[in-house]
């Protein structure tokens, strides 16, 4: 009887214990959530903060100081800070202050030698197994698409930090995000989006693209799956 009790607990516990750990927010939710993003060289470190010069809002020239990233359970840093590093941020703004979006690693990226990986868990996992010749991800596609990033063995998508920005601004010009329910985030609740442009202007954009068209194809996956869970 009590190895029943056992088990039934464990059927309740563990997937919330998973749902806990599997939470990287998607590629398209930093895009639109963040209120800045940028990137730049790191030009002074404190206890608690380090300072990113790079460019604000309306594209000039700017030293940012952010609160160092702490990371939730299983999320890690791909090595200690130190002045010199370049990154590639997403930034919200918390009263006149910027912190890096969400409680993991997925909002501050290294360039290293003017390339950086996105995480593959930044990617909705119909859209992981589309991009695999095969359609699904077999041990090959895997060790294809997995590089070294500091002390991480990332499996992910390699850009240049000037086609992800692109990318990025173009989806976030085009689309807006409204959460059914506040203080939520897309990647795990039900949402709608809106045009902002008509749709032969986006499409244009589209065509311009492949990464901003994943983008929306991965935001309408993420829609599909968390309105119909209702979470």
Known sequence: ???????????????????QQNNTLKLFDLAT???LVTYGTITKLEDRFFYLACFNEKNKPAIIRIPKMIGRTGSFRWEQYVVGQKVFVFLKK???????????AEAEIPL???SLVVDMSCFMEKTVKSLSPKGVVTPEYRKSQTFAVGKKQVFGLRFT????YEAIMAFRNCYQVILKKPNMQPSFSCFNFFDRYSRDKIDTQKRKSKLMKLLYIDMEEAQLRNCANRT
């Open 1 to 19: 009887m009590r190895i029943v009790l056992l088990s039934i607990l464990l059927s309740f516990t563990l997937p919330a214990a998973f749902a």
């Open 112 to 114: 290293l030698k003017d």
């Open 33 to 35: 959530a963040a209120d």
């Open 161 to 164: 930090a000037a086609y992800l």
């Open 94 to 104: 918390l009263n006149k202050d910027y912190v890096l979006l969400g409680s993991g």
